[in-house]
């Protein structure tokens, strides 16, 4: 039990110091099983010369796209919405003469019997 208990605040000491090594120094690489530190060396790169790409041509706006379907479906949806509102409201009207003409022969059917 102690040996298995040495081994975990070993390893937990292991990793801790190469979490805190790895965040200070770059290209750093960290063997778990021993308490050694092994830095990578990164060849080195030649000076900064200058951008190495250039676009040629102007960039499209992927917006454009949404931006027209915005402006086309806004309104016709505004128009749409008035037309199916105008249509709803002339087949009230309708069923309201047609109630109300209903109504009017039966007032008169019923005081045509009197």
């Not at 830095?39 to 790169?45: D, F, I, L, V, Y």
């Not at 309104?75 to 002339?90: C, M, N, Q, R, T």
Request: glycine share 8%.
């Amino acid at each position: 039990m102690a040996a298995a208990k040495g081994f975990y605040f070993s390893t937990v000491r292991d990793s801790l110091l190469c979490r805190m090594t790895s965040q200070n120094a770059r290209g750093i690489h960290c063997n778990r099983g021993t308490s050694v530190l092994q830095a990578k060396s990164e060849p080195e790169r030649a000076s900064y010369e200058g951008p190495e790409y250039i676009p040629t041509g102007k960039a499209k706006n992927p917006m454009k796209g949404v931006g027209l379907a915005w402006a086309i479906g806004f309104p016709s949806g505004i128009l749409l919405f008035l037309y199916a509102k105008h249509e709803v409201d002339k087949n009230r009207l309708k069923q309201l003469k047609v109630r109300q003409r209903m109504k009017q022969i039966s007032m008169e059917e019923s005081e045509s019997e009197r």
